[in-house]
């Protein structure tokens, strides 16, 4: 029997969301989630870079976001079919890193700039964002129905759906 992946992060949602949809997308029962008041967690040095998300999956300790959905993607044959598959997820999942990044920088900006580059923000995400998804929006859904009826739910939709 395999062990269940254990889930290290703050004790707050964020980076770990994506995370746990594609565990339960894949069917995945996830174990303890260790879930921490400070940055400093695993004094054992198996944060790389100092920081969470970490997953123990496979007697490894996985770091960085993209690294972890990347692997339980492969592992549970959720990242398409083929490279041109796995490119397309792969441009889908930054744009939809890029977009939510943009918004959580608002979180950051002055008062007195939040106004402005709210409007920013959101004449980037109409002429930009929502259009590059429409434009391919029907490749997308005939790839997720046939994903889905093959049982092979892409990365890219997992990590979309939080976020909706």
């Not at 930054?94 to 990044?101: A, F, M, R, Y």
Request: glycine share 4%.
């Amino acid at each position: 029997m395999t062990e269940k992946p254990k889930l290290h992060y703050l004790n707050a949602r964020g980076r770990m969301e994506s995370t746990r949809w594609l565990l339960a997308a894949a069917g995945v029962e996830v174990g303890p989630e260790l879930r921490h008041l400070k940055w400093n967690l695993l004094p054992d040095g198996s944060l790389l870079f100092q920081q969470v998300p970490i997953v123990e999956i496979d007697g490894m300790k996985l770091v960085q976001t993209r690294a972890i959905l990347n692997y339980i993607a492969s592992k549970y044959n959720l990242y398409g079919k083929d490279i041109k598959e796995r490119a397309l997820i792969d441009m889908y999942t930054e744009g939809i890193v890029d977009l939510t990044e943009m918004v959580f920088l608002l979180i950051t900006c002055q008062p007195e700039e939040r106004d402005a580059k709210t409007a920013l923000v959101k004449e980037k995400i109409q002429n930009r964002y929502f259009p590059a998804f429409e434009k391919v929006s029907e490749t997308v859904h005939a790839l997720t129905l046939k994903a889905f009826y093959e049982n092979r739910l892409g990365e890219a939709i997992v990590s979309l759906t939080p976020k909706l």
